[in-house]
């Protein structure tokens, strides 16, 4: 299996690696655009600015090739910055046009839900009910914990593929799920056990695939 994550200087790409080495995989971490043509998963990762991430997959040349990747049907995985990436727009840092695989906008978390002010960013674990049964989410029971650190998070236009959700001063979607395309708002690799289970089901779903 040709497994690649995605290098453009703006994710954890250690952590993710090793996650996926525990699933029986030894992934290629590379920015070349080149590598996506014959790979059977890809796997995008990110942390930090959603603009500045937008400007570092331009300059690689990855902008087009992901969203031709995405479209091919093969399976694809986005953490957490690597979610927002897929909508159309990101509101962060004044506003950025994202990779538009999926329809929606990033907003920025409110500093308040109604009750006590509240922590920007969100860090540390927090539970997402599940509400599909897409095979990424295979053996994860809805209310399962996981690592989350961010400050924006992404409003899809359209609920079909919005497959988790997370309360933090609002309900948000934290998984999303369609066809070949997931991605999560948290770090399944920073999350124990079940988010290793994320990994392993998208890596079976690739070695379906094959």
Not at 51 to 60: D, G, N, V
Not at 87 to 103: K, Y
Not at 185 to 205: C, D, T, W
Request: some cysteine; hydrophobic content about 40%.
């Amino acid at each position: 299996m040709k497994l690649v994550v995605v290098d453009y200087e703006s994710g954890n790409l250690r952590s993710v690696s090793r996650a996926l080495e525990s699933c029986g995989v030894t992934p290629l971490v590379s920015g070349d655009p080149g590598e996506l043509d014959n790979a059977d998963a890809v796997v995008l990762p990110g942390v930090g600015s959603g603009p500045a991430a937008m400007t570092a997959l331009r300059q690689r040349g990855l902008v087009e090739p992901l969203r031709e990747y995405a479209d091919s049907g093969r399976p694809f995985l986005g953490i957490c910055l690597g979610l927002q990436l897929l909508l159309d727009w990101t509101d962060e840092e004044g506003g950025a046009p994202c990779l538009g695989i999926v329809p929606g906008k990033v907003r920025r978390l409110p500093e308040s839900g109604g009750g006590p002010a509240l922590k920007i960013p969100h860090m540390g674990w927090n539970s997402v009910a599940i509400s599909d049964s897409h095979p990424s989410l295979c053996g994860i029971d809805s209310g399962s914990y996981f690592y989350f650190v961010h400050s924006f998070y992404a409003e899809p236009s359209e609920q079909a593929g919005v497959a988790g959700m997370t309360e933090y001063g609002l309900p948000f979607c934290s998984v999303y799920a369609k066809d070949n395309v997931v991605a999560t708002q948290f770090h399944p690799e920073k999350s124990g056990p079940v988010g290793l289970r994320i990994y392993r089901n998208f890596v079976a779903m690739a070695a379906e695939g094959l």
